[in-house]
Nanobody
Framework: QVQLVESGGGLVQAGASLRLSCTAS????????MGWFRQPPGKEREFVAG????????YYADSVKGRFTISRDNVESTLYLQMDSLNVEDTAVYYC?????????????????????WGQGTQVTVSS
């Protein structure tokens, strides 16, 4: 089982940057595909970014492409989400999630159901 804990959220002004971190139990992190999802107020949870187990392939939602960067450190068992040029629409609870390693990840990275383990979430609020 993978235990995930997010950190780094907060209240920032539009245009600012934040870096989210997600620490994981070492046991299986390096063998898991990882993703970030978010849930804006009153809306469904949505995919933000994904990264394969070795960090060679990354995937982004169109709404964050060019502004957010996902990365991972398999030695430290930590997942990151660098968020630049934040805007009000980025306000949400951000969750990291772990998916069992398999070749189909490249076709299913955006599906919440693909991920077996979830963190408790961290709030990001962007003011105008």
């Amino acid at each position: 089982q993978v235990q995930l804990v997010e950190s780094g959220g907060g209240l920032v002004q539009a245009g600012a940057s934040l870096r989210l971190s997600c620490t994981a139990s070492r046991r299986t992190f390096s063998d898991s595909h990882m993703g970030w999802f978010r849930q804006p107020p009153g809306k469904e949870r949505e995919f933000v970014a994904g990264i394969n187990w070795i960090g060679t392939n990354t995937y982004y939602a169109d709404s964050v492409k060019g502004r957010f960067t996902i990365s991972r450190d398999n030695v430290e068992s930590t997942l990151y989400l660098q968020m630049d040029s934040l805007n009000v629409e980025d306000t949400a609870v951000y969750y990291c999630a772990a998916a069992v390693r398999s070749p189909d990840y490249r076709n299913s990275y955006y599906l919440a159901g693909r991920y077996s383990y979830w963190g408790q979430g961290t709030q990001v609020t962007v003011s105008s």
